[in-house]
């Protein structure tokens, strides 16, 4: 019966796993949609090992990547304009399919631990 039961467990906990392809998306274009006032917005940016350009309406802004492992890394504004802006940003890659992945964001020292999810598309 234990047997049973740990094997149940491990069955259960198994199909709920994601897959995560970290890797393919370190590097690249990508899309990707907000809104905004109610409006849908569509944003692209472009990202190196170490750097992300993003093209934001009329704005465009230079972050630095700095990845922790293959599905987490931490944006940084180069050169913020706001109080918003220079703070850090957490993302971790919660799932992966096809050209497209899922992430969690939050912001560092945030006291109040607010998080947001939103996904992404690779278009190279």
Request: include cysteine.
């Amino acid at each position: 019966m234990k047997f049973a039961l740990l094997l149940l467990i491990i069955l259960i906990t198994s199909c709920n796993t994601h897959e995560r392809n970290c890797i393919d998306f370190k590097t690249g274009n990508f899309e990707y949609e907000y809104e905004l006032k109610g409006k849908k917005i569509k944003a692209t940016f472009i990202r190196t090992e170490t750097l992300e350009i993003d093209y934001n309406g009329k704005n465009i802004d230079s972050i630095n990547v700095r990845w922790i492992n293959d599905c987490e890394y931490v944006l940084k504004t180069i050169n913020p304009k706001t109080l918003a802006q220079k703070k850090a940003i957490h993302i971790k890659i919660l799932s992966t399919k096809g050209n497209t992945y899922t992430f969690e964001s939050k912001i560092i020292n945030d006291p109040q631990q607010r998080t947001s999810r939103g996904s992404v598309t690779k278009i190279n």
